[in-house]
């Protein structure tokens, strides 16, 4: 999906740029990037993070780079931040963004005398830079910015740094965070409201839809007012956030932690442990514990030294490939015991399956599943989660095809959505006997957006129940 970070203080900011940055890495697997404004103008540096750290591939940069404005981020797949010259001076801007239409825009700013993009190496056109395209069809940046979020059918947050300050901007409908911190002699902007507490900064304002502000070392100012609909990712709390985050107040650990509680509730198996995928089913897991009273258990660890989430490969057989080699058995807490395993979801179910396959070699009796999140039934259109050629890659999808013979239109999606309808029963029994779980239920829709606790017509859930 990816995160940014930007910093406008008094004295040099590459410090606390690189580090607001890097508590960013979790959020992207391919490139980062972090540029620069000074007395000496623009400089910009953009490095591969598919095999090693973020920290490890920009430390040089961190010792050269000067500026008192800076922007940076982690970004799943076009490099970026792109330094852009215009009649509106020279800019640097970095984006959280999904473009669903694309060729629509490339072709209208084609008509309006745009004349050409540089086209990526996997040959798709940079998102950043056509973001930057649609602000240079206004007179202003403050219109260009407004153009660019009403334009694009998607997600779009934005980061734009000029001599003058750094522009923020949170997407239309709020779909991705945007916050500012607050300390003597700097503001900053971020994705993840944890990642300036230890730099020093205090929380000063979240950002609503839509909202534009330009922050300087002396002030955050708004340019454009925040609009009242708002349709926020619940994948945040259930899987994208870090544990110690908060979208819109509430807690992604204390969210996951009532999730699992939730689940526990409605649940009748007697495992002899409750366990967690590592690393975000851990704090479902533990809520499911301490509503069961079944002890929590790590049976099997992570292994993070030299694998951690960054270092993932975009190719989707490696990536299946290095989750399998990440996870080490504890036989001692595997060995014929029953297991329930909470994951914060189940996409295509191949790790999954690879997972409680491993859990069976190593000795286990049962393995229960229970995905935080119910049944994902239509891929993304929002963020970058589950991005895929084709919603056939969902093993819900591709279940419900074959019971329905091809014919899977909304209104029959609708009733596989339904957790008191036949139809959802008959499709988690496939799943489970096709993933060869001891059983299987999912987390209902409206436990886990209670487990959010904001008002449910804020938060999005187009990818369970297809509803925008």
């Not at 039934?377 to 095809?401: P, Q, W």
Request: glycine share 8%; with cysteine; proline share 4%.
């Amino acid at each position: 999906m990816g995160g940014f970070f930007g910093v406008a203080a008094q004295q040099d900011c590459v410090f606390d740029l690189f580090f607001g940055i890097d508590y960013h890495s979790h959020l992207g697997t391919r490139r980062g990037g972090m540029a620069v404004y000074g007395e000496k103008g623009f400089d910009r540096a953009i490095h591969n993070i598919e095999n090693a750290a973020f920290r490890t591939k920009f430390d040089k940069d961190m010792q050269n780079m000067k500026g008192y404005y800076g922007i940076g981020c982690i970004s799943d797949y076009e490099p970026q931040p792109l330094i852009v010259r215009s009649h509106h001076g020279t800019y640097a801007i970095t984006t959280v963004s999904k473009i669903n239409n694309t060729n629509k825009l490339v072709d209208l700013l084609f008509e309006n005398g745009h004349s050409h993009f540089l086209e990526m190496s996997g040959g798709d056109i940079n998102a950043t830079e056509l973001v930057a395209s649609l602000i240079n069809q206004k007179e202003n940046l403050i219109d260009g910015i407004r153009y660019a979020l009403e334009q694009i059918d998607g997600s779009l947050s934005l980061l734009l740094m000029n001599q003058n300050g750094i522009y923020v901007a949170r997407d239309l409908k709020g779909r991705t965070p945007v916050v500012i911190g607050r300390k003597n002699d700097a503001f900053c902007a971020s994705f993840e409201n944890y990642a300036y507490k230890n730099l020093g900064y205090s929380d000063y304002k979240e950002l609503g839809p839509g909202e534009v502000v330009v922050i300087t070392p002396k002030n955050c100012v708004t340019l454009v007012q925040p609009g009242t609909d708002m349709k926020i990712c619940t994948f945040l709390w259930v899987y994208y956030g870090y544990p110690a985050s908060s979208y819109e107040g509430i807690s992604v650990e204390k969210m996951r932690n009532i999730c699992g509680q939730k689940m526990a509730r409605r649940d009748n198996v007697q495992p002899d442990i409750v366990a967690g995928v590592p690393d975000s089913g851990l704090a479902h897991a533990i809520g499911y514990s301490n509503e069961s009273g079944i002890p929590f258990s790590r049976p099997f660890i992570k292994y993070t030294p030299t694998w951690a989430r960054s270092f993932m490969p975009t190719i989707q057989s490696q990536r299946n490939l290095i989750a399998k080699m990440k996870m080490l058995a504890v036989d001692d807490l595997i060995k014929d015991k029953s297991l329930l395993l909470i994951d914060d979801s189940i996409v295509r179910g191949t790790q999954l399956r690879e997972t409680t396959e491993f859990l069976y070699q190593s000795g286990a009796r049962e393995v229960h599943i229970r995905p935080a999140c119910p049944p994902l039934l239509y891929g993304c259109k929002y963020l970058n989660f589950s991005r895929s050629s084709s919603e056939m890659d969902l093993i819900t999808r591709r279940v419900i095809a074959r019971l329905e013979n091809g014919n899977v239109t909304d209104e029959i999606l609708s009733e596989y959505a339904n957790p008191e309808s036949e139809k959802y029963e008959i499709m988690v029994e496939e799943i489970r006997k096709e993933l060869n779980f001891t059983s299987l239920r999912f987390n209902r829709l409206d436990d886990m957006l209670d487990s959010v606790g904001i008002d449910k017509c804020k938060l999005c859930t187009y990818c369970w129940d297809g509803k925008e």
